[in-house]
């Protein structure tokens, strides 16, 4: 049994590491509010972005149509984009999303096609390495807060695949935010683009749109935005979602730091007790002895 000194030290070094999970769950609780708010408010225009293109889609058909819209008509060549954080410390909430985007390239690779990926935080590029790094084209640092700039990069290099001849479909595999306890792994298709079943229409009275320039001109500039959009609220949601989970991982270490400290102290205790009581009887043995 280890020492009532040992104890203390070990009492001590948990007493600090419960300090230190305490402060991480309230500075997750205090960054979680902004960037469940940024989440949210990107929410609408994203939604709306995606109202416009379904309007514009619908009048657009045949040669003119944008390839990122309709595509290059195979779908032998897939790129993965995996969009995870750059730190831990949040429970399995980049685990999910990695086995989420691992499932995806699964099934992928088991139809027969060509998978790349493309990771966007140092966890996916981290985790992916280790079974799929061959499979790897490039990745990106989401950094301490998401921008549109980085997003903005992305888009550009999956574009710039596209245009190439590299790819024909592009996925993108992020967390959803729905609330503290609930983050979704989510699948979303970026090329083609995915019109909108379920887009909201807006009652024109028996009018029609009118387009200066045609669909085609408002579409060709609109889809490669559109990308840009969609990387930028996965990101969002992504950060949200890191801070409830670490939010959730910090304040469970910090209930199990108490409840070892709870547990070391009644070892202590015993030790020390039972060193006492073998104390008082050496005293009493060394006095009868005399």
Do not use: C, W
């Amino acid at each position: 049994m280890a020492s009532v000194k040992e104890m203390r030290n070990r009492i001590g070094s948990v007493k600090a590491t419960q300090k230190i999970t305490k402060a991480m769950q309230m500075v997750a609780a205090a960054k979680l509010r902004r960037a469940q708010s940024a989440a949210q408010n990107s929410r609408p225009y994203a939604q709306r972005m995606a109202a416009v293109i379904a309007n514009l889609a619908a009048g657009v058909s045949g040669d003119g149509a944008p390839k990122l819209l309709v595509g290059t008509g195979s779908d032998q060549r897939h790129l993965v984009v995996i969009a995870t954080s750059d730190r831990g410390l949040a429970g399995g909430f980049n685990t999910i999303i990695v086995r989420a985007a691992r499932q995806k390239i699964d099934a992928l690779l088991a139809a027969g096609k060509d998978v790349k990926v493309l990771t966007v935080g140092r966890k996916a590029r981290d985790q992916l390495r280790r079974i799929h790094a061959s499979r790897i084209v490039g990745d990106f640092e989401v950094g301490g807060n998401p921008s549109l700039g980085v997003a903005a990069e992305v888009s550009a290099r999956i574009r710039e695949m596209f245009e190439a001849g590299e790819v024909d479909v592009v996925h993108m595999v992020f967390s959803q935010f729905k609330s503290v306890v609930t983050q979704i792994p989510t699948v979303r298709q970026l090329i083609p683009a995915e019109v909108a079943t379920g887009a909201p229409t807006i009652d024109l009275k028996g009018a029609s749109y009118e387009y200066e320039p045609d669909e085609e001109t408002i579409l060709a500039d609109l889809l490669p935005r559109n990308i840009t959009t969609q990387l930028f609220s996965a990101m969002l949601e992504n950060q949200a979602g890191f801070f409830a989970a670490q939010m959730t991982a910090m304040d469970n270490a910090t209930r199990n730091a108490g409840d070892m400290i709870a547990s070391l102290t009644l070892q202590m205790n015993r030790a020390r007790q039972a060193q006492i009581t073998k104390e008082l009887i050496e005293i009493i043995s060394g006095a009868e002895a005399l």
